[in-house]
């Protein structure tokens, strides 16, 4: 019974295990199968949801790297050095020039007037001052307009903050794109860490584009209203605000209306955000713009050879722009001290010009300043584009832009035109011109062809006063006074009567004014040298008279007796040239510049000693550091805490000893006689102890004077670009030496009325000015043609003893009337004692193997 139990119970388990469990396995495969297909599914989703998050990580790390690869550090902003414009200051201290392709002022933020930085932080950036660098509400804003403006070529604005504009501004460029605006971002973020909030704003400030070739609100100022930032209105404050949204719209006239509602809507911000008050602002709107008109940076034209000249020596040393290095001249921000005196050189301008108008003022129109193919819808464009200008009376450069046979229409930069009259048959169409206002039209006026350089130095120093390089350095930046080579004609005597007296000769020595020959060899035979105009000689007579009165004769003899190997050893001395031994040279057939003969003139009036030329005194970095000065000497022990007893420290002389003083004095105490009675003797009426020389050379092409005192040298000559013929009565005495005396008369109070000092061991003697003997009786006059004299002579050289000053006027008296009685037969072998003969002037080629 129990095993049946049993199996019937193991069976019935069974069928109901059988019916029971086929379904519990169905329902429970069902489930799994459910189970497994949503695992299978939620598996799906998260891989999808994976590929997705590692795409988006992946852009983004891209797009960072893409962002932030070879971006500028914003460290570099702690030691920023914005682009600034060279000063230049004359001698006493006035800013004369700026060197400067943009306006560019900077200032400390503690000089931006309140009014000016809440303009600025209400139009630009109002939570300037709680943001980390980003206004997410205003990028925001700024990305909505992108997308609302994709296709049509407008700019998106606004979203980004001041910080943002200076790592756009400084760091990143003005580029359009969604890059740039990503790396704007990051880089603010930065900066926000790296600068204080008044160190970003003035960075700002100083750097932002405000049109008008302005960078910086300063520079803006200046530009728009003429004034500093400390002199603007709240009206002024509002409408430099409203131009960083677009400085060449809102700043120019023809958009005034414009400019004016974006400065009331600046205004009105102020008010909105409590930085001024309604009844401020109210006024501020009743106020008009008050732009002044455009205009260039103006400077004393007179300064510009000088100004130029100084330009090409700072690019030469330091290059002209910031890849050139820090000290750049067109962003370094150096400050440039100069030795221009501006007084010397305006009256050395006026000086110039006038010589120049003299001589080629009233000539024929003959060539213009410059010629273009005109193009009638853009002549003005091509006007401005050349740069020429002419600062003389009420002269301007304008264009031929029409020429209709006896009529003509001249056009100016600024877009006038008129009628001209006074038109030659040379005048073309597309000539450039210069032209004054005459009746209801214009006139021509004719700028000399003529040219010529001047300059003025200072002896004691060798710096350089005053520069005039030509008519007008608007219409030629060539400087003749320090770039032509030209042959000085007789102004180089001096220093072949120098070396004469260097070798034994004194004042007194007598010398043949007779015909000179020297054989040349088989090829060039026998060379005859001849005076002036042809002369032959006038008998002997001292070197004092061959200098006064330049015998060219007398000169080649000095010269040969010396030894002209001597003599072109002394012109390479003083800085004159280098030249080769040739007779010729000892004429001034050489070449050499104004700047050249006027350093060794001063060499000659500071009793031998010289100093290098210069037009720079020193020069300061941004910073104020002088980097470069022309007095390099140091004194070692200037500085010491305690007197050690000894003698007091002092600076060795900085020139340079190339002449004996003696010889020196000597040769200035005869050049003294040339402005007496000699070729200079225009000067004298001046009544100033005066020392010079004048000179032609052959042709005449050139015509010189160079002299002055122990003050001040100048030097000036006159002649073609191209040389040819001034015209046979052309000679320094009547041509160059009256524009030195144009000079001297606007500047009388700047000279002095001391006379000439010597040197120690010079021995005064009198003697008599014809003979150059020793005399006894009688005594020096202030009549220049006095018979006795004052000479200056070195110990071992002096006036041999004469005869008495009855029986000298009694051979004197004979001699004239000898030469008197000869002249009636036509000899010419001697020359009364107040003979002006024309100076000497150099007879032979610079090539001739002499």
């Known amino acids: 019974m129990r095993l049946r139990i049993r199996r019937e119970a193991g069976g019935l388990w069974s069928r109901v295990r059988g019916v029971f469990g086929s379904g519990l396995e169905r329902w429970r495969q069902t489930k799994f199968h459910a189970w497994h297909q949503s695992r299978w599914e939620d598996s799906k989703r998260f891989r999808i949801a994976n590929y997705v998050l590692g795409a988006f990580l992946a852009f983004t790390l891209v ?41 560019r002022v900077q200032l400390r933020f503690v000089d931006f007037p309140k009014p000016l930085i809440n303009a600025y932080l209400s139009a630009e950036d109002k939570t300037f001052w709680t943001h980390g660098g980003i206004d997410y509400s205003g990028f925001a804003g700024a990305v909505l307009d992108y997308v609302t403006k994709l296709g049509s070529n407008e700019r998106a604005k606004g979203g980004s903050t001041i910080t943002q504009q200076v790592a756009k501004n400084i760091l990143l460029g003005n580029e359009y794109s969604i890059t740039r605006k990503l790396k704007e971002m990051v880089l603010a973020r930065r900066i ?26 300063e520079a803006a100022a200046q530009a728009y209203f003429g004034k500093g930032v400390s002199d603007l209105s709240l009206a002024e404050c509002a409408f430099l605000a409203a131009l960083p949204q677009g400085p060449e719209i809102y700043g120019r006239e023809k958009h005034a209306a414009r400019a004016l509602e974006r400065r009331n809507w600046v205004l009105e911000q102020m008010a909105k955000n409590g930085v001024a008050s309604a009844a401020e ?19 004393d034209s007179a300064n510009g050879y000088f100004v130029e000249e100084v330009r090409r020596q700072l690019i030469a040393k330091y290059g002209e722009n910031a890849e050139n290095g820090p000290n750049s001249v067109y962003a370094g921000g150096l400050w440039v001290r100069t030795s221009l005196d501006p007084e010397l050189q305006k009256a050395t301008q006026d000086a110039l010009r006038a010589g120049l108008m003299r001589y080629g003022g009233g000539r024929a129109f003959t060539k213009p300043i410059a010629h273009v193919d005109v193009d009638k819808d853009s002549w003005q464009s091509q006007i401005a584009l050349l740069g020429k200008s002419v600062n003389y009376l009420d002269w301007r450069v304008g264009l031929v832009i029409d020429r209709d046979g006896p009529r003509a229409t001249v056009g100016f930069a600024d877009g006038k035109t008129g009628p001209l009259s006074g038109i030659p048959d040379a005048l073309r169409e597309g000539d450039v011109i210069a032209a004054a206002p005459s009746g209801n039209g214009w006139a021509l006026r004719v700028v000399p062809e003529i040219a010529g350089g001047m300059l003025l130095a200072e002896p004691a120093s060798g710096r350089v006063l005053a520069i005039q390089g030509g008519f007008d350095s608007g219409l030629d930046s060539f400087n003749r006074a320090t770039q032509a080579m030209r042959q000085p004609g007789s ?12 070798y034994g000769m004194s004042p007194s ?4 004014d007779a015909t000179f020959c020297v054989y040349q060899g088989s090829k060039f035979g026998q060379k005859c040298f001849r005076n002036f105009g042809g002369g032959g000689g006038s008998g002997n007579h001292t070197m004092r008279w061959g200098l006064e009165q330049s015998r060219n004769l007398m000169t080649v003899r000095i010269a040969n007796d010396a030894g002209m190997d001597h003599v072109v050893q002394t012109f390479e001395r003083v800085g004159i040239g280098k030249y080769p031994p040739y007779l010729a040279f000892a004429l001034g057939a050489g070449e050499t510049t104004v700047q050249q003969m006027v350093n060794a003139y001063a060499a000659l009036a500071n009793n031998g000693l010289q100093f290098p030329s210069t037009l720079i005194d020193y020069i300061q970095d941004r910073s104020g550091k002088v980097i470069w000065k022309s007095d390099s000497r140091r004194c070692e022990k200037c500085n010491m805490p305690d007197w050690d007893g000894k003698p007091m420290p002092r600076f060795d002389s900085r020139g340079k000893q190339v002449m004996d003083a003696r010889t020196a004095f000597q040769v200035v105490h005869m050049l003294e006689g040339v402005v007496t009675r000699g070729t200079a003797v225009t000067l004298r009426d001046l009544d100033l102890p005066l020392f010079g020389k004048t000179g032609t050379t052959t042709g005449p092409t050139n015509v010189w004077f160079v002299g002055g005192n122990q003050q001040i040298v100048g030097g000036v000559y006159l002649g073609y670009d191209q040389p040819r013929s001034l015209g046979g009565y052309a000679q320094g005495g009547t041509i160059a030496a009256p524009i030195f005396k144009q000079m001297v008369q606007a500047t009388k109070h700047r000279w002095s009325t001391r006379p000439f000092v010597a040197p120690n061991d010079i021995h005064w003697v009198k003697v008599d000015r014809i003979s150059g003997k020793r005399v006894f009786t009688g005594s020096p006059t202030e009549d220049p043609k006095s018979s006795v004299i004052w000479e200056a002579f070195k110990a071992e050289s002096e006036a041999r003893p004469g005869i008495g000053t009855e029986e000298l006027e009694k051979q004197r008296a004979a001699l004239i009337n000898a030469i008197k009685r000869g002249s009636q037969r036509g000899s010419t072998s001697t020359a009364p004692d107040d003979a002006k003969e024309p100076e000497a002037e150099p007879s032979i080629a610079a090539d001739a193997p002499i």
């Open 63 to 103: 797009l960072w790297v893409a962002v932030t690869r070879n971006l500028p550090s914003a460290d570099t902003l702690l030691t920023y050095q914005p682009p600034l414009p060279t000063m230049v200051r004359g001698n006493t201290g006035q800013i004369v020039y700026s060197y400067a392709r943009e306006r």
């Open 192 to 217: 926000e860490g790296v600068l204080t909030k008044q160190q970003i704003l003035e960075l700002y400030l100083n750097e932002i584009p405000l049109g008008r070739q302005s960078f910086g609100v």
């Open 281 to 299: 602002v109210a006024a501020a709107k009743a106020q008009p713009l008050g732009v002044i008109a455009r205009r260039a940076e103006v400077w």
């Open 491 to 502: 102004t180089i005597k001096p220093f072949v009567y120098g070396t004469g007296l260097d």
């Open 509 to 512: 020595s007598e010398v043949a």
